[in-house]
């Protein structure tokens, strides 16, 4: 068949089969009906719900604002589904285009796009991860049990790992006068996401509202009582904290498990593809009926020397999942590529933090607009010469601003001056990310080269 | 009615705040936090509030109509369990 027929024929009849029934997902369905595909659609899911936005269970609802378990998404329009909730999707048979459930069912597809998202890395002892008051908070359910646990109220919660999450249900803790201790490897919070620079003054915020930060520690065990319920934590510098509540923020793992041995370019960074969406499989040659969006992809992007981006940000599963189905059921020349500017927000102790571009890639930083002290301010970031990331403390306006530098590789350091624009701000200064080699969890964007599938290949010389 | 608000996009001009208090409010300075499933008597404060955002940042399902129960999984679903 003829491209174009083929597609004529995709849109009309074609099997789609979406797997991961979340934010990409929905967003991708909801693309695909706009744009004309009649074909019959399935969506996979293994959590039991209906699409949900997973920013409220960190913020409106530990707050109060909202109960954790209504956050479902609105729906753009009516998507006509077949909807598998509740069951996971265990294996890809590539050749036979088929997906297997867990159930031992298996659905046949045309085209098939992976949106599986990551789960929350979960404390690493396994019979201490178990005991009752140790949470992660990723999913509805997470945050149903959390929230419940949290109106007890809690003698003190322990937050592991000051990242964006932890560092959100440590506000949420304080606002609603909980003691909270939060235990973070780094020296700061947000570290890993923005730098020791920028988190120096996360640290003063967590600190101005009561929350017992501990930097530069691990936690090394949990402890439980005879109940089995967690009453305490021992820290690495030896000091050990009484609480009933912990919270493991620790970061999170790509959902491609189910995809070993199906021969795609899945591994723990998740699934390669091309800017088009399109997966690779695991010698890097490009499929053209797989495609990914949202957490789990790692797509190449122009901004950033064409290396692997990952991210785990909202706008992008949104932004990535249109772009997919768009490609997905049009030809050759039609087909968009997904080059999307990061950017992400947070909110934590009243403050609204938002971000552009790729901060962690930063060298320098240099506060271009009001200042450190009263935490209203933007930063921008610089590498090899060029404007490369923003963050803004309070000062969302001027975001946009800055993002077309970024976009247009505008010269670092910036030479403009702002009505606002302080000495303090006239030189750049070390943007102060940790050790890469060093993990930390949670920076949100991972950038990343190397072969599709992360399998490291044995070179072994000839002998004489 | 459910809804969500498109943080990338908000600018923080609270018109949301002023137009439907009991479902958007302010957190500090510019932080927006909301109620993404607000009753039906929000209804027409939530419409004018979407109407009135400047960047148009909120998505909303169920304004304008009258059946409470929005498109569900389980209407559409033909095998979900
Ligand atoms: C508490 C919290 C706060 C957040 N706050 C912000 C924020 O302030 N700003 C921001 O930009 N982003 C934020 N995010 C990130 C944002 O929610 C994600 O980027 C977004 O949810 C990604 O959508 P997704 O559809 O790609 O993946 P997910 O939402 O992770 O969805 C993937 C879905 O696939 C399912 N699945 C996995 N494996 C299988 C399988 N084998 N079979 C079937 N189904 C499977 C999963 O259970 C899940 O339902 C936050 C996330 C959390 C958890
Ligand atoms: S009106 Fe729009 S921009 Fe203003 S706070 Fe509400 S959602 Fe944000």
């Known amino acids: ?464 | 009615m459910r809804l969500v608000v498109d943080l990338n996009k908000c600018q923080g001009y609270a018109q949301c705040a002023f137009l439907a208090p009991g479902v958007f409010t302010m957190h500090g300075e510019e932080s927006l936090v909301y109620n993404p499933r607000p009753g039906t008597e929000q209804r027409e404060r939530v419409a004018r509030a979407v109407a009135a955002c400047p960047v148009q940042a909120i998505t909303a399902e169920g304004l304008d109509d009258a059946d409470e129960e929005p498109v569900g999984a389980g209407r559409e679903a033909s095998d979900a369990r």
């Open chain 1, 1 to 464: 068949m003829p491209a174009e027929a083929f597609h004529e024929w995709l849109r009309r009849e074609g099997r789609i089969v979406i797997v991961g029934a979340s934010l990409a997902g929905l967003r991708a369905a909801e693309t695909l009906r706009a744009e004309g595909f009649a074909g019959p659609l399935t969506m996979i899911g293994d959590e039991p719900y209906e699409p949900y936005d997973r920013p409220p269970l960190s913020k409106a609802a530990l707050l109060g604002m909202a109960s954790p378990d209504h956050t479902e998404l609105p729906r753009r329009r009516d998507i006509d589904a077949t909807w598998r909730l509740g069951v996971a999707a265990a294996g890809l048979d590539m050749a036979a285009r088929r997906v297997r459930l867990a159930d031992g069912e298996e659905v046949p597809y045309d085209r098939l796009l992976i949106a599986t998202g990551v789960h929350a890395r979960p404390w690493p002892k396994e019979d201490e991860a178990q005991l009752d008051g140790v949470f992660v908070l990723r999913t509805r359910d997470d945050a149903v049990r959390l929230h419940r646990r949290m109106k007890g109220p809690p003698r003190r919660v322990l937050i592991i790992g000051a990242g964006f999450t932890g560092s959100e249900i440590a506000s949420a803790c304080r606002n609603q006068g909980i003691a909270v201790t939060v235990a973070e490897r780094a020296g700061a919070p947000l570290v890993g996401a923005l730098g020791g620079v920028i988190g120096a003054v996360a640290a003063e915020l967590h600190r101005e509202n009561g929350v017992d930060l501990r930097t530069g520690v691990m936690v090394t065990g949990l402890e439980g009582d005879v109940t089995g319920r967690v009453r305490a934590a021992h820290l690495s510098d030896g000091s050990v904290v009484e609480t009933d509540v912990v919270v493991v923020s620790l970061g999170a793992t790509r959902n491609t498990d189910w995809l070993e041995g199906s021969g795609l370019g899945a591994g723990p960074r998740g699934i390669a593809c091309d800017a088009g969406c399109r997966a690779f499989d695991f010698r890097g040659i490009v499929t053209d009926d797989i495609y990914v969006a949202g957490d789990v992809a790692r797509s190449p992007h122009p901004l950033f020397g064409y290396q692997f981006l990952s991210l785990e940000h909202w706008g992008n599963a949104v932004a990535q999942a249109e772009v997919a189905a768009h490609n997905m059921i049009s030809a050759g020349a039609d087909r968009r590529p997904h080059m999307w500017v990061p950017a992400f927000w947070s909110s934590q102790f009243g403050v609204n933090i938002k971000s552009v571009g790729v901060p962690s890639m930063g060298e320098e930083v240099m506060i271009t607009q009001g200042s450190l002290t009263e935490r209203r301010f933007v930063g921008v970031y610089g590498y090899q010469g060029r404007v490369i990331a923003a963050v803004s403390f309070d000062n969302t306006r001027w975001l946009e601003f800055y993002q077309r530098l970024i976009e247009t590789g505008a010269p670092f350091p910036v030479e403009f001056t702002t009505v606002d624009r302080r000495p303090e701000g006239r030189k750049p200064v070390p943007a102060d990310f940790p050790d890469p080699s060093l993990p930390t969890h949670g920076p949100t964007v991972t950038l990343s080269g190397y072969s599709p599938a992360d399998r490291q290949l044995v070179f072994t010389p000839a002998r004489h």
